[in-house]
């Protein structure tokens, strides 16, 4: 994956929605006429969207911010508040989304990359996948939401070492502390990350989006409270046109039939 070639910021692939949020031309540093465009396709998702997946063209998924853009602004705390702001509406956007989000990560997430690594709810590595923060060696504190995203993964403690040392998180470490949900071969994982989003498109899509609540909120929330929502969520679903699907294919000894329910 190291085209120089144009590439697509969004694609729609049999339901999947594809953002391209890095490519070659600039080392695999985040490209923000790729970001905001994908922030744009986020906001407004249709019903023919299932799944996303966030990919990198080139080498790596994203190799961070690209440093020697904002080095030459005149002003590089301005040019910096306009790229994290721009980021993080991405981040908001992505985080809205009622489908589940996966990373095809190849090659090197780090800095804003990581971030996003951090952002999907089921990320895909090869063995040779490494994550960094790479903010200390520039001087700079974390954006994209990792300092609020990190610890909730792998642990405060954990979270506070891997950001102040700049630690590199190599494929096998990040699958055991939850930054990757697994590997496959590293010529494989982007096929292995659009396989698994593909899968989404075709399942019950009320339910994905009722899980993806429950699990935002439960950090926040009590057991008390997780539970009352637990309980309104499944009787919400077991009225709805999916859940009496599920429950009458399952009673039927058939595969459930998803498409166009709510």
């Known amino acids: 994956m190291s085209t120089t ?26 490209d923000f006429t790729l ?4 922030t744009e396709a986020l906001r407004s998702l249709g ?6 997946l966030l990919v990198g063209a ?7 911010g690209n440093v020697r853009d904002f080095a030459s602004a005149a002003d590089r705390g301005a040019r910096l508040h306009e790229l994290a702001s721009q980021l993080h509406d991405f981040v908001r956007a992505l985080d809205a989304a009622p489908v589940p989000v996966v990373a095809a990560v190849h090659g090197w997430a780090a800095g804003a990359g990581m971030s996003l690594v951090c952002a999907a709810d089921i990320a895909i590595g090869g063995p040779s996948t490494k994550l960094r923060p790479a903010y ?17 993964i792998v642990g405060a403690s954990r979270a506070s070492e891997i950001l102040l040392t700049d630690a590199v998180v190599d494929a096998e470490e990040a ?18 990350a659009l396989r698994v989003a593909t899968g989404f498109v075709t ?8 899980m993806k609540k429950l699990l935002a909120q439960s950090p926040t929330a009590t057991l008390d409270q997780q539970l009352d929502a637990e309980r309104d969520g499944i009787s919400a679903a077991a009225r709805s046109n999916t859940g009496r699907e599920g ?11 998803y498409r166009g329910l709510n």
């Open 136 to 152: 200390p060696g520039i001087g700079l504190s974390p954006d994209g939401g990792m300092s609020w995203t990190l610890p909730r």
């Open 247 to 257: 429950v009458d294919a399952f009673v039927a000894k058939r595969k459930p039939d």
């Open 35 to 38: 970001i905001n465009a994908g």
């Open 175 to 192: 699958v055991r502390l939850g930054l990757l949900s697994r590997t496959v071969a590293d010529e494989d994982v982007r096929a292995e």
């Open 47 to 52: 019903d023919e969207v299932g799944a996303i």
């Open 58 to 64: 080139g080498a790596n998924f994203c190799a961070g």
């Open 5 to 30: 070639e144009p590439v697509a910021a969004v694609e729609l692939l049999d339901g999947v929605l594809q953002l391209t949020i890095a490519t070659a031309a600039a080392g695999t540093s985040m």
């Open 203 to 210: 399942g019950p899509r009320p339910t994905y989006a009722t």
